[in-house]
């Protein structure tokens, strides 16, 4: 009798070890596997560029319209994932085209400097996954 209640003891303190070690793996997959709402993004970037209040709102104004594009994009039930591809692409260079009329050359380097840190992170994140054909 104190076998089987030893080994039952050891195997829920086995399934409660995985079940939280599982969990706090989903948790930090979910903090760095997803990225940052448009807004807080938005929010971020203006901090770090350190824009003026005019241009917080020209640069808000601009991600605000850009993610919405985007958004509709996406659900616009678009099967031909290289005309989804260009679309966006095109969105993405409006979009630059109006960010770099709104900073100041060195605000712009910056900002480009930020884009392709983001770019070459979100590559390295997609490093774990299997790929869709």
């Known amino acids: ?3 089987v209640l030893a080994i039952c003891l050891i195997a829920m303190i086995c ?3 995985s079940f ?3 969990e706090n793996a989903q948790q930090k997959r979910g903090e760095r596997g997803r990225m940052m709402d448009p807004k807080k993004r938005t929010e971020q970037m203006c901090k770090e560029l350190n824009l003026n209040e005019k241009q917080t ?4 104004k601009i991600n605000d319209e850009f993610f ?9 039930g678009e ?3 290289t005309k989804l591809r260009e679309a966006m692409e095109k969105l993405q260079n409006d979009r630059e085209a109006q960010i770099k009329k709104v900073l100041t ?3 712009y380097k910056k900002y480009t400097a930020k884009q392709e840190e983001m770019r ?12 869709r054909n």
């Open 1 to 3: 009798m104190k076998k």
């Open 15 to 17: 399934s409660v070890s």
């Open 20 to 22: 939280a070690q599982q």
């Open 57 to 60: 709102k020209e640069f808000t």
């Open 68 to 76: 919405e594009k985007m958004k509709k994009q996406r659900e616009s």
């Open 79 to 81: 099967k031909d994932r």
């Open 105 to 107: 050359d060195e605000q």
């Open 120 to 131: 070459k992170n979100m590559r390295n994140r997609g490093g774990d996954r299997p790929r």
